[in-house]
């Protein structure tokens, strides 16, 4: 099963996700500062790091940190997929957003990533549903330089990833 951890904010997540064998790594652009994530994805290997962009106008932004950075994935609305492609050099692949699923376009056949909530919804239930790749949205440190990944670790465990 192909994972995608959504909103790496800190260091912790990113070694997780690459601990637990992700697909990808999104960071949301303009919510950290580019060194930031420069430092994370110096201290994680493994997953492709995906741009999560949420409008057009972002584009100089989106533009550094796609050379800045080792970008293979950029995440965006369906109806900005054309904009991003014409105006981003290199070829990336596209994960569509939506409110609960997101396709990734790999070519033929697309891959369709399920997001999934730990809190929501048991593991057993979301092993039950089959998916070929779910994401989780990562979540802001309550006390710095703590947090609690035991929903996770069911999860990943019943799923047999762990």
């Known amino acids: 099963m192909l994972i995608k951890f959504n909103n790496i904010k800190d260091l912790s997540d990113a070694r997780y996700a690459a601990a637990a064998m992700a697909e990808w790594i999104g960071f949301s652009v303009g919510e950290l500062p580019i060194q930031q994530v420069q430092e994370i994805i110096g201290w994680c290997a493994g997953p492709k790091i995906t741009l999560e962009v949420s409008t057009p106008e972002t584009l100089e932004t989106v533009q550094s940190w796609c050379t800045l950075l080792p970008v293979e994935t950029i995440e965006c609305a369906q109806a900005d997929i054309d904009f991003w492609k014409q105006n981003l050099s290199a070829d990336y692949q596209y994960i569509v957003q939506t409110s609960a699923i997101q396709s990734i376009a790999l070519g033929d056949p697309n891959v369709t990533i399920n997001k999934v909530n730990p809190n929501e919804q048991s593991a057993s239930d979301i092993k039950a549903l ?24 069911d999860l990943l465990e019943t799923l047999e990833i762990w």
Do not use: F
């Open 130 to 153: 089959n998916l070929e790749a779910i994401s989780l949205d990562c979540e802001k440190e309550m006390v710095v330089g703590m947090k609690n990944y035991d929903l996770w670790n």
